[in-house]
């Protein structure tokens, strides 16, 4: 009786641990997504030296590793790398920057470390995990939000009755109210050329940063505080969130292929 006792107890707190953690890892097929589209575009060289560095593991499985790691206090100084806070009528160049560092500042450390030649193996895999997930988060709108309402995460509405806010909706509401696994939402990508896929892959890191910057203003623009969004909303926005990760997915390609 009393081992019983113990064990409900032991459940008592277990459970609640779990909820709290299936909460915190938001986003995760979209990150997969990703990933998942990424390899297809790597180059030979660059397939060999990320599968080496990563022990075999794939893009898709790491692409969650920068998110898994904010419950460990050690790491609470990659935080500000997930996101970019600014006004909606400027752009990256021009707004004030966040001096805990942001997605450019980070994304831009990440490379430094993989390119050094002195840097472990170790320290390049953890920084290469790092950056398959920023370049994700790069290409998603709230990312990219204010300051005042912490990229829509103080932006309260409602999915289906349920609460929630504007930037759950656009990292995992949508994707998961259509129902795809990662693989099969990367296996239905729009087929590009191979000029498309180059004009995807041009530009800086500033000019992807503000090219994203415009969905954010659409998105903001999207609903209205306290709004219920059903399939009206995923009918007119599911397709840039799509798009989005196939982009991210190039781009964070040419990334990988040019580091390597």
């Avoid at 912490?150 to 656009?170: A, E, I, P, S």
């Avoid at 998961?176 to 892959?201: F, H, R």
Wanted: proline content about 2%; charged content about 25%.
């Amino acid at each position: 009786m009393k081992t019983l006792y113990i064990f409900i107890i032991a459940l008592l707190f277990i459970i609640p641990m779990y909820g709290n953690t299936a909460n915190t890892y938001w986003g995760s097929t979209g990150h997969r997504v990703v990933g998942k589209i990424a390899d297809d575009y790597l180059s030979g060289k660059a397939k060999r030296e990320v599968r080496r560095l990563l022990n075999r593991k794939s893009l898709a499985l790491v692409s969650t590793y920068a998110d898994e790691i904010k419950s460990d206090r050690r790491y609470n100084k990659f935080y500000t790398w997930h996101y970019i806070n600014m006004p909606l009528e400027t752009n990256y160049e021009d707004s004030k920057k966040n001096p805990d560092g942001d997605l450019v500042t980070g994304i831009a450390y990440c490379k430094t470390v993989i390119q050094d030649k002195n840097a472990s193996d170790d320290d390049k895999a953890f920084y290469l995990k790092l950056l398959i997930h920023l370049v994700g988060d790069l290409h998603q709108p709230m990312h990219i939000g204010l300051e005042e309402d912490k990229g829509g995460n103080d932006f309260k509405v409602q999915w289906f009755y349920k609460d929630t806010n504007l930037h759950r909706v656009w990292d995992k509401e949508m994707i998961e109210e259509y129902g795809m696994t990662y693989t099969e939402l990367a296996e239905n990508a729009d087929v590009l050329n191979n000029k498309q896929v180059k004009a995807i892959q041009q530009g800086s890191i500033f000019d992807w940063v503000n090219e994203t910057h415009k969905l954010s203003k659409i998105a903001y623009k999207s609903a209205e505080p306290n709004e219920n969004l059903r399939y009206r909303y995923s009918y007119t926005h599911f397709e840039t969130v799509r798009r989005q990760l196939q982009i991210a997915g190039i781009r964070l390609a040419k990334v990988l292929n040019d580091l390597f």
